[in-house]
């Protein structure tokens, strides 16, 4: 199917799967029941996990198939989300062209970023990316206040007058897709359960699924090939008379790009943007992410920005309060004996519990959530395997007595 092999269509129909059905998926638990604390099938961090989705995507061809670690990946972000923003107040509401304007301008800062920052490779290359994301961030932050905003950001306002929308004097515009509003939502209620089907998110969603079918055709591409090569042994591919730096542009700007359609969805979403998307912080983030889900591998990014973006939005929200909810039934000592030895890793402390679990996750699987999920395969293989030895030997045992 789109001149994938049957294992890649297999697997871009189980992400497809994923994608689509997400507010079942996300939503296992009654509303009112005390694990709907878990439940995460509401519309704002469903569009997170697909748009931090794609920046993983992104990211992953950059540093999965050539090893170039940028630590300044934010900026295209924050470049794509300003070009986004400003079609959407100069030219008009429709977030089609806002999206295609925040990966174009991504994509040509991530060609100047990567033409000065590719004369060096390894720690150097890293520093070099992110000296430009910092001084992306003060530029944005002070420097250039005018077009950015400074650090109150930007957003639409009533004074904003797009050239091809139709909106009352005083009227503050909202995204749409044709007319179709990004906030529109549909309720679904069976049972005790509720679901919700939102239409910002399935735009991003498909975008996503668009995206993450273009690095598919990347990894599995003669240009993969060449970008591998470059993460195996750069030196020895030079001596062939192979010239590796338009390969690791190549890939450096379209990962960068992925970056911009990110920034773009995020406007889309909430109309709003600010410097602190530029932050050395968010650049760290999805590095993270390419990490936990694992590096190099096509699903593991989508994985790991799923995980970092659930427990940032769940688990940060528990508290003593709930604790002392679960733990009521038991008496009084142990109950706050266990709050106090979980009140550490919840709430304002998640982080701890992250950084806890990418230690684990580096140590006993260094190639992320999809390692683990190939050595569980393997044992449940091996286990139908012998399961078959077995019935084999004694069906071989069974004919000489017949």
């Known amino acids: 199917m789109f001149g994938l092999s049957t294992k890649d269509t297999t697997l871009l129909l189980f992400v497809a799967a994923l994608t689509l059905l997400a507010p079942f998926l996300l939503n296992p638990f009654p509303e009112n029941s005390a694990m709907a604390q878990f439940n995460a099938g509401y519309p704002d961090l469903m569009q ?5 989705g794609t920046f993983a995507i992104g990211f992953n061809i950059l540093f999965g198939l050539t090893g170039y670690l940028s630590f300044g990946h934010a900026a295209f972000l924050g470049v794509g989300s300003y070009g986004a923003i400003w079609m959407m107040k100069l030219l008009t509401l429709n977030v089609i062209p806002a999206i295609i304007m925040g990966v174009i301008f991504a994509g040509l800062f991530a060609l100047l970023v990567g033409y000065i920052s590719l004369r060096r490779s390894g720690i150097y290359f890293s520093i ?10 003060a530029l944005a932050y002070s420097v250039l206040t005018p077009i950015t905003g400074g650090e109150t950001g930007l957003q639409l306002k009533a004074t904003d007058t797009p050239l091809l929308s139709n909106l009352a004097p005083g009227e503050i515009g909202r995204a749409n897709l044709f007319g179709v509003d990004m906030r529109s939502s549909y309720e679904l209620v069976i049972g005790d359960w509720l679901f919700t089907f939102n239409a910002g998110y399935y735009i991003a969603a498909v975008c996503m699924l668009i995206g993450f079918y273009i ?3 990347i990894f599995r591409s003669p240009f993969g090939m060449m970008l591998r090569a470059v993460k195996s042994n750069q030196q020895r591919m030079n001596y062939t008379g192979l010239n590796s730096k338009p390969y690791t542009l190549a890939a450096f700007v379209i990962s960068g790009m992925y970056a911009g359609l990110a920034g773009g969805l995020m406007v889309a979403m909430d109309t709003q943007v600010g410097p602190e998307r530029m932050f050395w ?12 889900g694992g ?3 096509l699903i593991g990014p989508v994985l790991g920005a799923g995980m970092i973006k659930y427990m940032e939005n769940i688990l940060s929200k528990i508290n003593d309060a709930i604790l002392h909810q679960w733990f009521a039934f038991m008496p009084d000592g142990i ?17 701890l519990t992250l950084g806890m679990l990418f230690m684990l996750i580096v140590i006993f699987l260094p190639g992320g959530l999809v390692e683990g999920g190939q050595r569980i395969g393997r044992i449940f293989r091996r286990r139908d395997r012998k399961a078959d030895s077995v019935e084999s030997d004694a069906a071989k045992q069974r004919k000489p007595a017949e």
Do not use: C
């Open 48 to 52: 997170r996990f697909v748009i931090f």
């Open 128 to 137: 070099l990316t992110l000296a430009f994301a910092q001084m992306s961030y």
């Open 215 to 217: 690095s598919i055709r």
């Open 281 to 292: 912080t968010a650049s760290g983030e999805v590095v993270l992410m390419a990490i936990l």
């Open 295 to 297: 590096v190099g591998t």
């Open 335 to 351: 109950e706050n004996l266990l709050v106090a030895i979980f009140h550490p890793f919840i709430g304002k402390g998640w982080h």
